[in-house]
């Protein structure tokens, strides 16, 4: 059986948690049998449990779970930089070192000369500064220009992914145009994407498929104008449909439990009486 390592330096614990854990002698099954690839499912996990106590409130009284949660993000990368070490490859110092360097590299006008008016200019320089970075290592791979595109990773959720391209397009000039006059043509681009949606129904199920992601796409760049995270957005809609639903069920419990088949006037006024209840 191990100690627990319980010192002043609590990271450092950590980092030590994450070698016991994966100790060929006395370490844990599950955790030896783990790889970067097994891995990966639980860093996804774990950061949409971070951002649902997020949006549940990040006052004092969450101040457990949140601290909960970002240590489960936390360990997520202390166990890969865990891996690579024991690979030989880089270590947890490494990890930080990197992420350290890297800031203070694209906050010029924190660690420079560089003078900045508003947040606008900071996110102009920052994208610069992440393109010449990328051409860098473009060039030292031997390959050409890579995307302004390729920072946004395709594993995103798709609503946030269509935010996060539109957004990084518009910062090279590339968008619908300001105020009004934006959102005018996009709700003129949204109309004309339901149409084509409901023309493609004819032609069969890939066409509709096709411009119902056109018109999501359109959608998520109408939300991107409005200065609304699409995916935020939407979890906050699944959740008062969940809430309301939930209602709904203890509402219509007898029913429901004897096996009864209610009529779609039932399941409205019951809806109905849900949304009064969460209001």
């Known amino acids: 059986m191990k100690t627990p390592p319980v010192t002043d330096d609590a990271l450092r614990d950590l980092l030590q948690v994450a070698r016991d854990l994966r100790d060929k002698n006395g370490g844990c099954p599950w955790d030896l049998e783990q790889t970067h690839e097994s891995l990966a499912k639980h860093a996804i996990e774990e950061a949409c449990e971070l951002v649902e106590i997020i949006e549940r409130g990040t006052d004092p009284a969450n ?26 490859r880089f270590t947890f110092a490494d990890v930080a070192r990197a992420i350290a360097d890297k800031l203070v590299t694209r906050h010029p006008h924190v660690y420079g ?26 060039a030292r791979a031997g390959g050409g220009r890579v995307s302004y595109l390729d920072g946004v990773p395709k594993n995103l959720a798709a609503l946030q992914r269509a935010a996060r391209l539109g957004e990084k397009a518009a910062r090279l000039g590339f968008d619908w145009p300001a105020g009004e006059e934006g959102l005018v043509a996009v709700r003129e681009k949204v109309t004309e994407e339901f149409e084509e949606l409901r023309l493609a129904r004819s032609e069969g199920i890939e066409r509709s498929e096709e411009e119902l992601g056109d018109l999501l796409f ?19 809609a699944c959740g008062k ?19 009864e088949k209610l009529s779609a006037k039932t399941w409205n006024e019951a809806w109905e009486r849900a949304k009064q209840v969460q209001r």
């Open 63 to 88: 101040d457990s779970d949140l601290k909960e949660e970002l240590g489960d993000v936390l360990f997520q990368v202390v166990i890969h930089a865990q891996l690579a070490a024991e690979e030989g």
């Open 113 to 138: 000369d560089l003078t900045v008016g508003d947040s606008k200019t900071v996110l102009r320089n920052w994208e610069a500064i992440k393109a010449r970075e990328r051409d860098k290592r473009a």
């Open 218 to 236: 359109a959608l998520a760049q109408y939300s991107r104008l409005l200065g609304i995270d699409p995916e935020g957005a939407l979890r906050k």
């Open 241 to 259: 449909f969940e809430t309301r639903f939930r209602l709904m069920e203890q509402d219509l419990s007898a029913p429901l439990s004897s096996g």
